[in-house]
């Protein structure tokens, strides 16, 4: 696990902050429960892309991946998902440590 820096927590809170304003600026001018609504989800949404590992391409090929293997036939799914968010990290460990495909695999 990655140590927190003290770069990384200014960079998630200027990040949040500036997710939040538009939401905060709408609710000073209108005063409407929308305003805190939407001033939550631009804080939730700038705080999430603030970290590291995360960049809007990579949110954005996992949705587009995950709504076109809704869209495809069940066949297709997983090689449609691995190939706009590549092999899940969980898989490919299980797979190195499972002694039943090992043991499939030798018999062939």
Known sequence: MAKITGKQIAKSVVFTVIGAAPGTIWFFN?????????????????????????????VAGGTVGVIAANNAPRP?????????????????????????????????
């Open 30 to 58: 209108a005063g409407t429960t929308q305003s805190i609504v939407i001033a939550c989800l631009g804080a939730l949404v700038a705080f999430g892309l603030s970290l590291p590992g995360v960049s809007a391409a990579r």
């Open 76 to 108: 297709l799914q997983g090689k449609i998902i691995d190939t706009f968010v590549g092999e899940n990290e969980s898989t490919e460990n299980e797979q190195k440590t499972d002694p039943d495909k090992d043991a499939d695999s030798s018999k062939n």
